[in-house]
């Protein structure tokens, strides 16, 4: 299946920094979703991109779908302690109805 | 509240024992999935129904079975053929949306264990 490379693996930050993560893809997607996962939990929609170019936010974070859109970016700003999770991507192309999803970022605050 | 319910939430397995994972949501929503997660990695999908009565095979069907006999429930069998079935399992729903499905709403998931 297709392949989404989501960097960095992990991160471990101090509260208040900022946060920048990435995914990559080798085809084309029409559709950029990124999730939240926290442990033990199901994943949680943050937010949903659905043009090139397109640059959304939901509070502290924000998202761009890629010009060339086989990317998308997520930047959490002045990072708390409950921003501890695993972050995911996943895009769909208009080949079909599924997502494919990226590794995960999983994320980490030092108060 | 609307939602989906997974239960339970952590489960064993035997060796040879077939175990059913349920799936149940009151969001009236036309599709469900499942996934499965392995530590460290990203979602992979198992098995996908988008009405009532149909269901297809995702990515890694091979040992798991599935029914879809009524909209809010869609349970997920793991069989004695899945040889590997330690993971954590989450069911999703969604609605159509534009032509195409898309905003997955996940369970809180349930983490299987091999005795």
């Known amino acids: 299946g297709q392949q989404l490379n989501q960097s960095p693996q992990s991160m471990f930050i101090q509260e208040g920094e900022d946060v920048s993560m990435n995914c990559t893809s080798s085809?084309?997607?029409?559709?950029w979703l990124w999730y939240k996962q926290e442990p033990g939990e199901g994943p949680v929609l943050l937010i949903a991109?659905?043009?090139?170019?397109e640059l959304t936010s939901n509070g502290r974070l924000t998202a761009q779908f890629g010009i060339t859109r086989k990317d998308s970016f997520l930047n959490i700003s002045a990072s708390i302690p409950s921003d501890v999770g695993i972050y995911f991507c996943?895009?769909?192309?208009?080949?079909?109805?599924?997502?494919?999803f990226g590794g995960g970022t999983r994320l980490m605050v030092k108060p | 509240d609307g939602g989906i319910t997974q239960s339970p939430k952590y489960l064993f397995r035997k060796e040879g024992q077939n175990v059913t994972l349920s799936c149940e949501q009151n969001?009236?929503?036309?599709?469900m999935y499942w996934y499965r997660q392995d530590p460290g990695q990203g979602l992979r999908l198992i098995y996908y129904?988008?009405?009532?009565?149909?269901?297809q095979k995702g990515d890694i069907a091979e040992g798991y079975s599935v029914s879809r006999e009524k909209k809010e429930s869609f349970p997920l069998t793991v069989t004695s053929a899945q040889k590997n079935p330690t993971a954590f399992y989450l069911c999703?729903?969604?609605?159509?949306?534009?032509?195409?499905?898309?905003?997955?709403?996940f369970g809180s998931g349930t983490q299987l264990s091999v005795l």
């Open positions: 969001l009236n929503h036309d599709a």
């Open positions: 999703a729903s969604s609605v159509p949306s534009t032509g195409f499905f898309e905003k997955l709403f």
């Open positions: 991109l659905y043009k090139a170019g």
């Open positions: 996943a895009g769909r192309n208009n080949a079909g109805n599924m997502l494919t």
């Open positions: 085809s084309i997607f029409n559709t």
């Open positions: 129904s988008q009405i009532v009565n149909d269901f």
